[in-house]
């Protein structure tokens, strides 16, 4: 699964962003508190990553007052917060994503990819989310359409790396890692390898 462009409203600090992602492989810059955390929090509340570093998790007690910008001054009440993502799917390397959308949505598999765009808004005078999705110019807003969220957030289909923070299964004790060097070295070597090779398959 690519992500392929990334559009927020009125999230935290950042009121209106568009992202395009032309490569496999994004990186985020900019100077501190330009809103690069809150690009990756937009992320992970639509992917619910259940495994973030606890200052990343996405609660699903959303909350548009304490998401909302705090300088906006839009009467409470029609105050909105949306995620739009844009996704290319492969027929062969995302075959079980791909079929999934294609038969909840009904749509005709003639391609060996398909694009779609899933669109989150959070609104104040409603207790769950607005859900669209839409393919090819034709938007399914009904339970479809949510099932199809649902599926992209058991994916675990989005690989992130924040170069500021460590990762807890990332720190190594100094005293350790020269045991931990031998430990793979010599017969382990090819345990290793042959775990690498199952992991970049899986």
Known sequence: MKLTSLKIRNYRTLESLDLIFPSQYSAICGANDSGKTNV?????????EEDALPSLVF?????????????????????????????TLQKVRDAGFYQFVVKQLSLVANSDSLDIVIKVTYQADRPEPVVVVNNAGTEYSDLNAQEVLKKLQSSKSILFHNSTQ????????????????????GPHQSLVENMKKTVNRG
């Open 40 to 48: 990756v929090r937009a992320i992970r509340a639509l992917m619910s």
């Open 166 to 185: 460590m990762e807890p299964h990332a720190i190594f004790r100094r005293g350790n890692t020269a045991g931990f060097i031998r430990e793979i070295s």
């Open 59 to 87: 609660q699903n007690d959303f909350s548009i007052k304490d998401e909302f910008p705090k300088w906006n001054n839009t009467d409470p009440s029609k105050r909105e917060i949306s995620f739009e993502i844009s996704i």
